[in-house]
Every structure is written in structure tokens, then in C-alpha cells.
């Protein structure tokens, strides 16, 4: 099994490899003049990692799910599109995103929840790959069409009712991966305010060098995560599960074996007035 996490300098010497297949996966987030939710892709036909193809997370994901969320589509629609990338079991597949590693994440764990665990995260994105100097093209890549096989693991992702069991149980460790302001009930953008009961707050922009975007070196990681990794299970949520990917992602660096992402998250826990919320004093 590979590696959940490479750096540039492995991509940078296996470019030419005809079994790797490096994918960007960015969505932009604009919050002026008001929050739109924008594919990467016009930034991506621009400048991208040579031998880069695009995907699109707001295609990959439910097309039937409400606007601005990324829930999981079904297998035979995320089998389509990963085949249409050119990944099968037979490839190797770098994600990286030019934000916070999380739709990186995201894409990395829709594909472990699928089966296919031939997946690694770039370490620092687009950010570190640029600040390094590290080759770019404009060229649009095209890999022969696969088969991608989905395998389903539904232990990976969670509904609201296991969240709502998960509160009362002990073994079971619910982490929040948004920002704290909106993690303490301070902010309310997703129609009420507050956090899950018993939720523990690990942000996703905390577990990141802010200026390279790598994730913080593996013994602080251990640290901000220890409460979580004696759990026998871990749920991460976050607005609507791209943030919770990237809690996921490190808690399964780290070598917990039982995780699983609240795939519908505050978007969905909120508009539900008699699931609890937490605020704060």
C-alpha cells in the first residue's frame, strides 16, 4: 500500500511514470462580494502540475444533493467519473488542490470509501509546489479511459442518526474540523449556531503550515490529536464534509484504524431543530 502522503520532491522525479495519474481537485471558495462556490477548473486550464487532469467535485459529488453540498453519489456515478480520469486499480493517484489540502483530502477519502486505497495526498498542494519552483504547463492531460471498480466501505461515512448515537457513547470521540469562532457558537453560517455535543475542535486550517500549506510536522500532529487516537472510533464533521476529510485524513496518518466522516454535517445537523447544538459560555 502507498504512502497516504508524498512530497514534491517524489512527484517532481515521477512525472513520466505511465501508471501515475495526478489529479486536481480544487474548488474556490468567494466570500466577496457575497459566498459562491466555484469550480478550480478555469484557474486549472491555466497553470497546473504537468500531466495533471481536472476533477471536478462539484460533478463527482451527489448531483442531486442541495446546492453548495458534496455529499457521497452513488458508486456506478463515481465509478463513471473516476473512469473517465483514467483510474482504475492498475494506477497510482497524487490529489493535490491549490487551497488547504482539503478537497485534496475530500477526493482522497470518496476514493478510499470506494475501494481504492492506491491514493496519495500532495504534501503542501499547489502552494508549496509553486513556492519551490517546481515545473508547470499548460498542456491538458488526457489518460486513457479505465474501468474504476467501486468497492463500498460504509463504515467510513456516517449518517446523522450514528452522530446521534455517537454522543452518549464514550469509545466513540466526535471532532469538529471547523473554525473556532463557529465551533464555540460565535458565528452562525449554517442556520444555527453552536457545535455537536461532546465534539472536541481540531480545526483544518490549525493542522497546516500556513504559509507552504504541509501539514505541521508529525509530533505536534500526535499532540493536537492524542484525546482522539485512544477512541475506538472517531467522527470528524465540519459544514458539509471537506473540511472533515482533512481531520480524517491525518487521524488515518496517524494510524487510527476506525474513522468516519459525517457526510452531511452542520448543512444537514442544522436544518434538523431537534438535533442538539452545543454553544459555548
Request: with cysteine; proline share 5%; glycine share 6%.
Given at each position: 500500500?502507498?504512502?497516504?502522503l508524498?512530497e ?14 495526478i ?5 474556490q471558495?468567494k ?34 444533493s ?6 457521497l ?10 473512469s ?8 497510482r ?5 491549490e487551497?488547504e ?16 486505497d ?42 446523522k ?9 464514550n ?27 461532546g ?15 504541509r501539514y ?10 492524542e ?23 491525518i ?13 452531511g ?17
Amino acid at each position: 500500500m502507498v504512502s497516504p502522503l508524498i512530497e514534491t520532491e517524489w512527484l517532481e522525479k515521477h512525472l513520466g511514470d505511465d501508471n501515475l495519474r495526478i489529479v486536481n481537485a480544487t474548488v474556490q471558495v468567494k466570500l466577496w462580494p457575497f459566498p459562491r462556490i466555484l469550480s478550480g477548473k478555469r484557474n486549472f486550464k491555466k497553470r497546473h502540475i504537468p500531466g495533471a487532469v481536472f476533477a471536478d467535485l462539484l460533478k463527482i459529488s451527489n448531483p442531486n444533493s442541495p446546492k453548495r453540498t458534496f455529499t457521497l453519489p452513488t458508486a456506478a456515478h463515481f465509478a463513471e467519473c473516476m473512469s473517465k480520469l483514467g483510474i482504475d486499480e492498475g494506477v497510482r493517484v497524487v490529489i493535490y488542490d491549490e487551497r488547504e489540502n482539503m478537497w485534496a483530502a475530500r477526493l482522497w477519502w470518496m476514493l478510499r470509501t470506494f475501494g481504492f486505497d492506491n491514493a496519495s495526498i500532495l504534501n503542501g498542494g499547489w502552494s508549496a509546489w509553486t513556492l519551490e519552483s517546481r515545473p508547470i504547463s499548460k498542456e491538458i492531460k488526457n489518460y486513457p479511459r479505465a474501468e474504476f471498480v467501486p468497492s463500498f466501505r460504509p463504515e467510513l461515512i456516517v449518517d446523522k442518526n450514528e452522530v446521534l448515537n455517537a454522543i452518549e457513547q464514550n469509545d466513540i470521540c466526535i471532532v469538529s474540523a471547523l473554525g473556532r469562532r463557529q465551533h464555540r457558537g460565535e458565528r452562525n453560517e449554517y442556520g444555527r449556531r453552536g457545535h455537536i455535543p461532546g465534539a472536541m475542535n481540531v480545526t483544518a486550517w490549525e493542522i497546516l503550515d500556513r504559509t507552504t500549506k504541509r501539514y505541521r510536522p508529525k509530533e505536534e500532529l500526535q499532540k493536537l490529536f492524542e484525546p482522539m487516537l485512544n477512541k475506538k472510533r472517531v467522527i470528524t464533521y465540519c459544514g458539509g464534509g471537506i473540511a472533515a476529510s482533512s481531520d480524517a485524513f491525518i487521524l488515518h496518518m496517524l494510524g487510527h484504524q476506525n474513522v468516519a466522516v459525517y457526510d452531511g454535517g452542520l448543512m444537514e445537523w442544522c436544518k434538523d431543530k431537534s438535533l442538539p447544538l452545543v454553544i459555548d459560555s
